[in-house]
């Protein structure tokens, strides 16, 4: 008679056998696992053969982290993920899973390709950030929206903010307290609003 009881996780490998032949039983246990520093931290994962990463997303928690299309993390309440297996000096395909990302956030990009060095480990920051935006309408003192093109601007800001049709407009950057002007076609309007972030979301102003 035997049995076998095999367990893994992000940090590891555990076993557990147990085995019986004629009257004698006899059992044994093992844990499998690697423990890397990098960053000036200690990271517990496991096995390491080859290479490692660290990915970075400014503090976005559960984000789902892929490594040449096959699911293998999800970022901590830090926003980082450990990665034990990546392939030394060749370019290697991580990506983002963007379905958990609020509207609140900004993206250049979803793939990375790190290359790191042999038994060397590699810090991957993805170029993703939240926004304070909202949208909003703009309407003159009869109630008609300004028209698509014109542009607004928010003190403080160097940035300016097109708008769309009927009168939509959608800024980022904002603060508790914004002071806006909207010029185009030989209108100009300013006005002030407050501004209450939701996070993962875009609040209709």
């Not at 990009?109 to 290359?115: A, F, I, S």
């Not at 060397?120 to 300004?146: C, K, W």
């Not at 904002?174 to 993962?200: D, H, M």
Request: proline letters at 5%; aromatic letters at 8%.
């Amino acid at each position: 008679q035997q049995a076998s009881l095999l367990l893994q996780n992000e940090v590891g490998q555990a076993r557990l056998e147990v085995a019986e032949f004629k009257g004698d039983t006899s059992a044994r246990a093992g844990w499998s696992g690697g423990i890397a520093a990098f960053d000036g931290r200690w990271f517990a994962s496991r096995r390491i053969t080859d290479s490692y990463g660290l990915v970075r997303v400014h503090g976005m928690e559960n984000l789902r982290i892929n490594v040449d299309n096959q699911f293998v993390a999800t970022t901590n309440a830090q926003g980082e993920a450990f990665l034990p297996r990546l392939q030394p000096w060749l370019p290697n395909r991580v990506s983002l899973d963007q379905a958990n990302l609020g509207m609140d956030t900004e993206i250049d990009t979803l793939l990375m390709r790190p290359v790191p060095a042999w038994r060397s480990g590699v810090l991957i920051e993805f170029p993703v950030r939240r926004v304070m935006a909202a949208t909003l309408t703009v309407r003159d003192e009869q109630g008609i929206a300004l028209p698509a093109g014109s542009v607004a601007t928010v003190s403080g800001q160097s940035a300016s903010f097109p708008l769309g049709r009927d009168g939509l407009l959608y800024l980022t950057g904002l603060q508790a307290e914004n002071s806006v002007t909207v010029e185009g076609r030989g209108k100009r309007c300013a006005f002030r609003f407050t501004y209450q972030p939701i996070a993962g979301s875009v609040p209709d102003l």
